[in-house]
């Protein structure tokens, strides 16, 4: 049995390897901080926004 595979090619620009690919639906986002200054966590820092396209 083999499984079709399409590829393309896509010139990227650093906005586009930001893009998270997602469902229609509900999502869940989940951030790693290693080494996290004392404003994470404490709540004085909050990331940016996540951003519908």
Do not use: C, D, H, Q
Request: aromatic share 10%; no cysteine.
């Amino acid at each position: 049995m083999s499984i079709p595979n399409t590829f393309k090619t896509v010139a990227l620009t650093v906005a586009a390897l930001s893009w998270l690919l997602a469902s229609k639906g509900a999502f869940n986002l989940t951030m790693r901080l290693y080494g996290p200054k004392p404003e994470a966590l404490n709540g004085k820092w909050n990331p940016p926004a996540v951003k519908r396209l």
